[in-house]
Every structure is written in structure tokens, then in C-alpha cells.
């Protein structure tokens, strides 16, 4: 994996996604990236980084940042939901920052992944009672008060948020491995 890619902090991400005219958090845009490579959405690389950013203007030095950036990111993530090694992870806030952001942060990846997903039609989902099962899920986590968790730390908030990233993690992977089986 590139190095600049892993390195890359979310606050960075933020600013530049926000300086080149995107009106997405990191999280909902690698959220929409893994839905649309998730389904193996045909020119999901296009449909990203226009979904993401506005067109640039020619001779825009920050739009070209963030879309060479944009393009490093993909080539991670892509590769991460093709390897087999469990690779694949979330881009979130870091675990220093607030419960409150990291929460809000995964409701906002898992409504970027619901899309990507949705852009490519129900056909384009793998089919399977797990599979449905786990797409309820993720709708049912998008409707979650994140407001309504406390604004100090709670060990059992930690935990909860913990695991329910790996289950959005978990689950994402094995959307993706089913929908390169039915393809195959």
C-alpha cells in the first residue's frame, strides 16, 4: 500500500475534501467508495471523485491534490476488498477523538456505503438472507440518535462502538467476497 495513503489523517482529509468543493466527511466518502467497489460498480474510480468534489478549474492546484489523493485512496481501498488477508478497514477518526464524533463518523461511512451500494441497483447487491439481514442492519444504523450517547466516556460506549465497527467491517467484507462469487 502506498505509504502516503496509510498517513494521511482524517482531519487532513477533511480540509481537503472541503477545499476542493466536497460537502462529504472522509468517512462518508470512504463509505461511498466501498459501496460502489463493494458491487463492483462499473467506473466507480468517475463516479467517486464526481460524486465527491466539484469539477475543477484548470490550473487548480488544490483540486488536482485532492484528486491525486482521491486516486491513491481508491487504489487502498480497492485493493483491500480484493485481499483475502482481512486488510480492509474503515476510515474513522482516530481513537483519541470524542465517542460522539467517532459515532457520528460511522453512521456517516455506513450512509456513504448504503449509497454506493444503492448506485448500482438492487440487481448489482449479492442475494442471501445474511446479506439482507446485514443491509437492515446498516439501514437500522443510520437511524441511530447518536446525540443521545453521553458526551464523557463510557467504557461501555467504547466497547459498543468498538464492535459495531467490526460488524460494519465484518459485514462489508463479506458483501464484497459474495458479490466477486456470484460474479465469478
Given at each position: 500500500?502506498?505509504?502516503?495513503?496509510?498517513?494521511?489523517?482524517?482531519?487532513?482529509?477533511?480540509?481537503?475534501?472541503?477545499?476542493?468543493?466536497?460537502?462529504?466527511?472522509?468517512?462518508?466518502?470512504?463509505?461511498?467508495?466501498?459501496?460502489?467497489?463493494?458491487?463492483?460498480?462499473?467506473?466507480?474510480?468517475?463516479?467517486?471523485?464526481?460524486?465527491?468534489?466539484?469539477?475543477?478549474?484548470?490550473?487548480?492546484?488544490?483540486?488536482?491534490?485532492?484528486?491525486?489523493?482521491?486516486?491513491?485512496?481508491?487504489?487502498?481501498?480497492?485493493?483491500?476488498?480484493?485481499?483475502?488477508?482481512?486488510?480492509?478497514?474503515?476510515?474513522?477518526?482516530?481513537?483519541?477523538?470524542?465517542?460522539?464524533?467517532?459515532?457520528?463518523?460511522?453512521?456517516?461511512?455506513?450512509?456513504?456505503?448504503?449509497?454506493?451500494?444503492?448506485?448500482?441497483?438492487?440487481?448489482?447487491?449479492?442475494?442471501?438472507?445474511?446479506?439482507?439481514?446485514?443491509?437492515?442492519?446498516?439501514?437500522?444504523?443510520?437511524?441511530?440518535?447518536?446525540?443521545?450517547?453521553?458526551?464523557?466516556?463510557?467504557?461501555?460506549?467504547e466497547a459498543a462502538l468498538m464492535q459495531l465497527s467490526e460488524y460494519v467491517r465484518?459485514?462489508?467484507?463479506?458483501?464484497?467476497?459474495?458479490?466477486?462469487?456470484?460474479?465469478?
Amino acid at each position: 500500500m502506498p505509504k502516503s495513503v496509510i498517513t494521511v489523517s482524517y482531519a487532513r482529509r477533511a480540509k481537503l475534501l472541503a477545499a476542493a468543493g466536497g460537502d462529504v466527511s472522509p468517512a462518508e466518502a470512504d463509505g461511498l467508495l466501498s459501496g460502489l467497489l463493494g458491487i463492483g460498480y462499473p467506473q466507480a474510480a468517475e463516479c467517486w471523485v464526481a460524486e465527491l468534489i466539484e469539477t475543477p478549474e484548470e490550473g487548480d492546484v488544490l483540486a488536482a491534490e485532492c484528486a491525486s489523493e482521491l486516486r491513491l485512496w481508491f487504489q487502498v481501498v480497492e485493493k483491500a476488498l480484493q485481499d483475502d488477508s482481512f486488510s480492509f478497514t474503515l476510515f474513522l477518526p482516530p481513537d483519541e477523538e470524542p465517542l460522539l464524533e467517532r459515532a457520528r463518523a460511522l453512521k456517516e461511512w455506513v450512509e456513504g456505503y448504503l449509497y454506493g451500494l444503492g448506485l448500482g441497483g438492487k440487481k448489482a447487491l449479492p442475494q442471501g438472507d445474511d446479506i439482507r439481514e446485514g443491509l437492515r442492519d446498516l439501514s437500522d444504523l443510520t437511524r441511530m440518535d447518536i446525540d443521545a450517547l453521553k458526551e464523557e466516556t463510557d467504557e461501555s460506549n467504547e466497547a459498543a462502538l468498538m464492535q459495531l465497527s467490526e460488524y460494519v467491517r465484518l459485514l462489508v467484507m463479506m458483501i464484497a467476497e459474495e458479490k466477486r462469487h456470484e460474479s465469478n
